[in-house]
């Protein structure tokens, strides 16, 4: 079993930037975050696989987000820079033990909100 563990969350202005953070403990093929916003559905934000050669980034933050992670402390980081009000969300850290997209994750988070205002 692999915990997720999220920080970084936080209430920003409209055009400011977040940088999330999101330690396992334990090494997983991919990692990723998700969001949902109230009334809305589940969106799968981005992804990232062990190697860093692997990554995803939704349409809906391509531009503006960015994911990375660091190997040596087992952690993923989504730098969010540009916010919109849209972006506001609780965004949720996965890991997957298989697939780069970590569509269908086997590890979540807790989750962490992020809350942009206009």
């Known amino acids: 079993q692999v915990q997720l563990v999220e920080s970084g969350g936080g209430l920003v202005q409209a055009g400011g930037s977040l940088r999330l953070s999101c330690a396992a403990s334990g090494r997983t093929f991919s990692m990723g975050w998700f969001r949902q916003a109230p009334g809305k559905e589940r969106e799968r934000v981005a992804s990232v696989t062990w190697t860093g050669g692997g990554r995803n980034t939704a349409d809906s933050v391509k531009g503006r987000f960015t994911i990375s992670r660091d190997n040596a402390k087992n952690t993923v980081y989504l730098q969010m820079n540009s916010l919109k009000p849209e972006d506001t969300a609780v965004y949720t850290c996965?890991?997957?033990?298989?697939?780069?997209?970590?569509?269908?994750?086997?590890?979540w988070g807790q989750g962490t909100q992020v809350t942009v205002s206009s």
């Open positions: 996965v890991a997957c033990k298989s697939g780069s997209s970590c569509s269908r994750p086997d590890y």
